[in-house]
């Protein structure tokens, strides 16, 4: 069918002027762009006088990797004009796995997907995953091969550096990886078991992905206490390797932070410069979301889920704990004392007597039971079996609106789905910033904004036929109201659609129409250094 979007305002990804045109849409092609002054016809004509159309917004950063295929409406992106989104993040993912570690990796991130009674796990390998989602999911989605799987399948949660052998059999598996659809590699390197890694074998890592054009994703070392030292790893990482680099959930956040943020911009400046091959991601929210076990220091977490939980119950390992927690430091709360008064406990599945913690934060609810705020965060991770999840209000506003203005920004939710109330990121990304940052700040210019979460984007992703509205382009589509788009998602009821947009097409296809999802699974896997067929 050939359907003109009639009448609205052009918002092309590429940076240029808003002008008034048409879109004519055929199949899953943008068959013409017109400057409005020619009539053009089709089979359906979609009047949007006084609406922006746009291409459909690509979400850097996302923990959808099981939620897609559970919750096939995939309403949380679909109705913020989001139309592609990269899976894979922060180096723990479900594939490629084994049949052991794919359960260590159920248990270890349920907080991020949940683990669903009867779910069919019918794959192993990268391969088999991108076949189940191919044509099986509301957007199109791409993914990077996580280094914590790699690690796993090799050595498991062992805690130390990797042997030269070790080291081979993980490029031997990203290779595969990497020939089977992944489009790089992520990593998280708060998380066991990356966390023990070391840079050199990130380095060896990166060099294959290199190999074959793919791009080096990290959660990197540490976003606390040397959080200029995590940043500055990471591109010693991509100049020793060769990789292209996309900082994940880009954020210099905590009180020992706050006016160092023009040390990161001269680093940036300074890759710039030197010609790297350099992109980075960020959310527009002050507050980030976790697992509450991910806090922990990571000689508690080593071994399988089992041994971890024992840790969790012995009383003399307990005091050591909540000692790093309180007194020294944990490596997993990026090297500082927790402030148990920032984090607010959003997810307890399985732990129903403990649903109160969410009315307050964790050291409220600590000194109402007359107890430590580390105790309670122990028992907390037992009764819920590792899975509870946080929020923790750590964000400095300055650093989140001059990070948003720079060429290299594109938009990642980093949003987790499950949980009893999830961070509102997860819903309103990307409506927050149109409605917030450009229509009642001007932070940045509406072209600016849509060029940063659309063909920005879809090139660090090597995809030159998505994130614009050119002719030949794939028709991933948006078409908002300037005035009215809105987040509608809260920290208290964050379960809620974003209101002004009005269509949304993936691959030609409509996916939301009138405001209304319609339940078309048009997306498709995207892979790197390939223009869809």
Same mark, same amino acid.
């Given at each position: 069918m050939?359907?003109?979007?009639?009448g609205?305002?052009?918002?092309d990804?590429l940076?240029?002027?808003?002008?008034?045109g048409?879109v004519?849409?055929?199949? @899953?092609?943008?068959?013409?762009v017109? @400057?409005?002054?020619?009539? %053009?016809?089709?089979?359906?004509?979609?009047?949007?006088?006084?609406?922006?159309?746009?291409?459909?917004?690509i979400?850097?950063h996302?923990h959808? /990797?099981l939620q897609?295929?559970?919750?096939p409406?995939?309403?949380s992106?679909?109705s913020q004009?989001?139309?592609s989104e990269?899976?894979?993040?922060?180096?723990?993912?479900?594939a =490629?796995? @084994?049949?052991?570690?794919?359960?260590e990796?159920?248990?270890?991130?349920?907080?991020?997907?949940d683990?669903?009674?009867g779910f /069919?796990w019918?794959?192993?390998?990268v391969?088999?995953?991108?076949?189940?989602?191919?044509g099986?999911t509301?957007?199109?989605?791409a993914?990077?091969?996580p280094?914590?799987?790699?690690?796993?399948?090799?050595?498991?949660?062992?805690?130390r550096?990797?042997?030269? @052998?070790?080291?081979?059999?993980? $490029?031997?598996?990203?290779r595969?990886?990497?020939?089977?659809?992944?489009?790089g590699?992520?990593?998280g390197?708060?998380?066991? =078991?990356?966390?023990?890694s070391d840079?050199?074998?990130?380095?060896?890592?990166?060099?294959? %992905?290199?190999?074959?054009g793919?791009?080096?994703?990290?959660?990197?070392r540490?976003?606390?206490?040397?959080?200029?030292?995590?940043?500055r790893?990471?591109?010693? #990482?991509a100049?020793?390797?060769?990789?292209?680099?996309?900082l994940?959930?880009?954020h210099?956040s905590?009180?020992?932070?706050r006016? $160092?943020l023009?040390?990161?911009?001269?680093?940036m400046?300074?890759?710039v410069?030197?010609?790297?091959?350099?992109?980075?991601?960020?959310?527009?929210?002050?507050?980030?979301?976790?697992t509450l076990?991910?806090q922990l220091?990571?000689?508690?977490?080593?071994g399988t889920?089992?041994e971890?939980?024992?840790?969790?119950?012995?009383?003399?390992?307990?005091? &050591?704990?909540?000692?790093?927690?309180? %007194? #020294?430091? *944990?490596?997993?709360?990026?090297?500082l004392t927790?402030?148990? &008064?920032?984090v607010? #406990?959003?997810?307890?599945?399985?732990?129903?007597?403990?649903?109160w913690?969410?009315?307050?934060n964790?050291?409220?609810?600590?000194? $109402?039971?007359?107890?430590?705020?580390?105790?309670?965060?122990?028992?907390?991770?037992l009764?819920?079996?590792? *899975?509870?999840?946080?929020?923790m209000f750590?964000?400095?506003?300055?650093?989140?609106r001059?990070?948003?203005q720079?060429?290299?920004?594109?938009?990642g939710s980093?949003?987790?789905l499950?949980?009893?109330?999830?961070?509102?990121?997860?819903?309103g990304?990307?409506?927050?910033?149109?409605?917030?940052?450009?229509r009642?700040?001007?932070?940045?210019t509406?072209a600016e904004?849509?060029?940063?979460?659309?063909s920005?984007?879809? /090139?660090?992703?090597?995809?030159?036929?998505?994130?614009?509205l050119v002719?030949?382009? &794939?028709?991933?589509?948006?078409?908002?109201n300037?005035?009215?788009?809105?987040a &509608?998602?809260?920290?208290d %009821? =964050?379960?809620?659609?974003?209101?002004?947009i009005?269509h949304?097409?993936?691959?030609?296809v409509?996916?939301?129409?009138?405001g209304?999802?319609?339940?078309q699974?048009?997306?498709?896997?995207?892979?790197?250094?390939?223009v869809?067929?």
């Open positions: 050939r359907t003109v979007f009639r609205g305002t052009i918002v990804g940076g240029n002027p808003p002008r008034r048409d004519v849409v055929e199949g @899953d092609r943008i068959a013409e017109t @400057d409005g002054g020619v009539a %053009v016809t089709g089979e359906r004509v979609v009047d949007i006088s006084g609406l922006i159309i746009a291409p459909g917004f979400d850097m996302t959808s /990797d897609i295929l559970v919750n409406d995939h309403t992106r679909l004009g989001v139309t990269v899976l894979g993040q922060d180096g723990l993912s479900y =490629p796995v @084994d049949d052991s570690v794919l359960a990796m159920r248990a270890q991130i349920k907080g991020w997907n683990d669903p009674e /069919d019918n794959w192993r390998s391969a088999e995953y991108l076949a189940r989602l191919d099986n509301a957007t199109n989605t993914y990077l091969v280094h914590g799987n790699l690690r796993m399948l090799v050595m498991g949660n062992a805690p550096l990797a042997t030269a @052998d070790e080291l081979e059999q993980m $490029k031997a598996l990203l595969v990886a990497l020939e089977e659809g992944g489009v590699l992520s990593t390197l708060t998380y066991v =078991p990356a966390m023990y840079t050199d074998e990130l380095v060896e890592l990166c060099k294959v %992905v290199a190999e074959y793919g791009f080096y994703c990290p959660h990197h540490n976003y606390g206490a040397d959080a200029l030292g995590g940043y790893e990471c591109f010693e #990482i100049r020793r390797s060769g990789v292209a680099l996309h994940a959930h880009t210099l905590f009180e020992c932070n006016g $160092k023009p040390e990161l911009l001269a680093m400046d300074a890759a410069a030197e010609g790297l091959d350099f992109s980075f991601d960020s959310y527009p929210y002050l507050a980030g979301m976790t076990l991910s220091p990571s000689w508690a977490l080593a889920g089992d971890q939980m024992a840790r969790l119950r012995d009383p003399a390992t307990r005091e &050591k704990i909540i000692e790093a927690l309180d %007194v #020294i430091g *944990s490596d997993g709360h990026q090297g927790v402030d148990w &008064k920032s607010h #406990i959003v997810g307890v599945p399985g732990a129903p007597h403990y649903e913690l969410l009315e307050t964790m050291q409220a609810a600590a000194d $109402k039971l007359g107890v430590g705020a580390s105790e309670l965060a122990l028992d907390v991770l009764a819920t079996e590792r *899975s509870a999840s946080c929020v750590i964000g400095i506003e300055e650093h989140v001059a990070l948003m720079r060429d290299e920004h594109t938009v980093d949003g987790i499950v949980g009893d109330r999830p961070h509102p990121r997860s819903w990304s990307f409506p927050r910033l149109l409605e917030t940052y450009v009642e700040e001007g932070v940045l509406l904004c849509v060029r940063h979460m659309t920005a984007a879809a /090139d660090r992703l090597r995809q030159e036929d998505r994130g614009r002719a030949g382009a &794939k028709a991933d589509i948006v078409v908002f300037e005035m009215t788009v809105s &509608k998602a809260t920290y %009821v =964050p379960r809620q659609a974003a209101s002004g009005a949304v097409l993936v691959n030609g409509f996916a939301v129409e009138d209304t999802i319609t339940g699974r048009a997306g498709r896997v995207i892979r790197m250094n390939e869809s067929a």
